[in-house]
């Protein structure tokens, strides 16, 4: 094969990759009319404005600062992602809301996978939601999964996320960065919840913006991605989210989320 043939075959090959990379969004809707939406990385907040994208998986956890949530998301109701493309079967994302102790309710919070898996999520809208949510590490039936590619997931407080997926009217060259529209559902305006004393404090991720006080909506539609139940994953020590995490076991290789 000529040299020329050569470079212009892995400048094609390197282009392909580039192009095809991995991606996940995590976007957030906050129609309580009070709070900050929180999206910890490493301990860090990485939400700038109302979404975030990664240039690759994303394992964080998310939840709404109402003035005394700590940074790993306690006195609050968290929720725990992993987006990850799936390597073998069983091995894709996973999320899922918890109200293990120190985590507690604190306002209602939803989240739903679209561009792939469509609609498929949990909601918790009460400090009971004992199907929803997990109050023991062995509550995994409350987890949902996708096997989807470049899957994202949106994440709603006050609102149900799986109501603001949009339908077949939505152009899919448009899944990969939903258009933010004016959601019809009358905000939220209930005061934020009183703290207990004895167990809130302030946390360290609060962040100095403020939500805009007009609520937004997501439109997305399937791309004919499929969703398949994978395996169930049991909670583990993670220090990267320094929090309780999951892992698969899969039936080829264990992957953790």
């Known amino acids: 094969m000529q040299p020329s043939l050569v470079l212009a075959f892995f400048i094609s ?105 469509d609609g498929v999520g949990q909601t918790c809208a009460s400090p009971n939601c004992t199907q929803n949510a997990f109050f023991v590490p062995t509550d995994t039936f409350v987890q949902k999964e996708c096997q989807a590619n470049d ?39 209930q005061p934020a919840p009183t703290p207990n004393s004895s167990t809130a404090s302030h946390s360290s991720a609060t962040t100095s913006s403020t939500v805009s006080s007009t609520p937004t909506a997501i439109s997305a539609v399937s791309t004919g991605k499929q969703c398949t139940a994978g395996s169930r994953r049991k909670r583990q020590a993670n220090p990267v989210l320094g929090g309780a995490r999951r892992r698969r076991h899969a039936k080829s290789s264990p992957h953790q989320a």
Request: glycine share 10%; hydrophobic share 30%; charged share 5%.
């Open 13 to 117: 090959f390197f282009f392909a990759v580039g192009t095809s990379a991995e991606s996940h969004t995590v976007q957030f809707v906050n129609q309580c009319g009070y709070g900050t939406p929180a999206l910890m990385y490493n301990g860090n907040n990485v939400l700038s404005g109302d979404q975030y994208t990664s240039s690759g998986p994303f394992s964080g956890i998310a939840y709404l600062q109402t003035g005394y949530c700590n940074t790993n998301g306690e006195n609050c109701t968290l929720t725990e992602m992993t987006l990850i493309n799936p390597t073998c079967a069983g091995c894709g994302s996973s999320a899922d809301i918890s109200l293990i102790s120190p985590h507690a309710y604190n306002v209602e919070t939803s989240f739903s996978y679209y561009n792939g898996c």
């Open 151 to 189: 899957v994202n997931l949106l994440i709603s407080f006050c609102v149900e996320a799986s109501g603001l997926i949009g339908g077949s009217n939505t152009s899919p060259t448009t899944a990969n960065a939903p258009t933010s529209t004016v959601a019809s559902a009358t905000p939220n305006t």
